[in-house]
RNA sequence: CCGGAGAUGGCGGAGUGGUCAAUCGCAUCUGACUGUAAAUCAGACGCCCUUAGGGCUUCGGAGGUUCAAAUCCUUCUCUCCGGA
């Protein structure tokens, strides 16, 4: 289904499609290093810019020499805008109503500090610029799914605006990096057509997907699915011409990934198998767990490794897979370790969902391209 | 043997006449998590009925007082702490 195999190519190596990206949102994907990234067959990273400038600061990381030696990482970096996280703030469940988004960017404020800043297009591709980003992304506006038609029209024509500040900003540094814009619009078919038809008269190297999943209510076949809302992840592929890399934001489940990547979009990322393996959701070949899930003929399972049944177990997480704690580890010890919540419980099952998630995309590789 | 304290649901541990099927923690079970403010959060957790709700049997055993008892009284059993 896969036409032909792309290849991104960036000043710290090819990419080679399709590609999933572990978030490593702080400059770290959490409880693990970066040479045990290496070791999950991770390629490339995300990092965001928001979190990295209020943490560390983008101009220290350039006088230190840029983010990859920073990281000790020699690979590609994606860096996010911070848009989303702006947007992700001022709508989460706590409502910090400090953050705000108007005309001319993102105003944040940073919880621990309490200072206070403005994120415009502008500075986010400075920042990013900064930090030696090999694909950098524009400051987009994402938007409530359930957001009324009149918000929907402003958000997408606030996000083309936005998009073309960065793109001007983007040409006046002299690099050989990456941008991607972000195609939004919500759940709204018209409105994702009119975001991707404005963005695709401009010159970016990347297509974004600004995807916000499903809540309850939202449906694609099933009722009560809560993924991503997948015939418009299809509609927004439609849309880019098949030679254009298009990337799936916080995408997402193995089986929407694996929708996606036979709709053709190129790079994912999402948290799911970092966050889950630190909750103990643990994701293994199909007949090792307890929930049966997949796509189509790509099945796989989820295992509750906390679960009692585990208490005796002596067998690996998962016997097909060659990581380091399915290498050296039972599922009893990991799950004794994760109760008494040790650390190197968290390192060790992030670990296993990363290299899970590597082979999926392997699988994903031969297994969709040979039909 | 004497004196003192106590026995509560899988465990720990609140409650000391009615609003108690009994706070809370742990354990257990289920669910959520998707461009990370998340090693987090939500629900269930005596038994039965399909939810709202209703019914039934519980707070060491037996008996009693009371309209009403996990809570008061008597007694038995057991545990712990002092003293011989």
Not at 89 to 117: E, M, Q, R, W
Not at 278 to 302: A, C, M, P, Q, T
Not at 316 to 338: F, G, M, V, W
Request: proline letters at 3%.
């Amino acid at each position: 289904m896969i036409k032909n195999k792309k290849i991104l190519k960036t000043k710290h190596g090819e990419i080679s499609l399709p590609s999933f990206m572990p978030d490593a949102t702080y400059g770290s994907i959490k409880s693990i290093t970066f040479e045990d990234a290496k070791s999950c067959g991770v390629k490339e990273i995300v990092t965001t810019t928001l979190h990295i400038e209020q943490n560390i600061g983008s101009n220290r990381i350039k006088e230190m020499g840029g983010i990859h030696k920073y990281f000790n990482w020699d690979r590609p970096i994606l860096t996010d805008s911070g848009g989303w996280q702006v947007f992700s703030l001022i709508n989460s469940k706590s409502g910090y109503s400090k953050n705000a988004i108007s005309d001319l960017g993102c105003t944040f404020v940073n919880p621990n500090t309490n200072k206070s800043s403005l994120l415009t297009p502008e500075n986010s591709i400075q920042i990013q610029d900064n930090l030696g980003s090999d694909i950098l992304t524009v400051l987009d506006h994402p938007i409530l799914i359930n957001s009324t038609l009149k918000e929907r029209r402003e958000s997408v024509k606030l996000n083309t605006k936005w998009a073309k500040r960065s793109l001007k900003k983007f040409k006046e540094l002299d690099n050989a990096k990456l941008l991607g814009c972000v195609i939004q619009g919500a759940n709204d078919f018209e409105l994702r057509k009119q975001s991707a038809s404005e963005l695709l008269e401009l010159d970016f190297d990347i297509f974004n997907y600004g995807g916000v999943p499903l809540t309850s209510g939202e449906t694609w076949r099933n009722d009560n699915y809560t993924g991503f809302y997948h015939e418009m992840l299809e509609y927004v592929s439609n849309l880019i011409p098949e030679n254009k890399i298009k990337y799936a934001m916080g995408v997402g489940q193995p089986e929407d990934i694996a929708y996606c990547v036979e709709k053709g979009w190129d790079l994912f990322d999402t948290v799911l198998p970092t966050r889950n393996a630190r909750h103990g959701y643990i994701y293994v070949s199909e007949g090792n767990g307890d929930v049966n899930r997949g796509y189509k003929n790509l099945k796989y399972d989820v295992m509750h490794i906390k679960s009692k049944r585990y208490e005796d177990d002596l067998n690996p997480i998962d016997s097909t897979c060659k990581c380091e704690a399915c290498s050296n580890y039972s599922r009893s010890y990991i799950r004794h370790l994760l109760r008494l919540k040790e650390s190197s419980a968290l390192r060790l099952l992030t670990i296993h969902n990363l290299t899970f998630y590597s082979n999926w995309m392997k699988l994903l590789n031969t297994s969709l391209s040979s039909n």
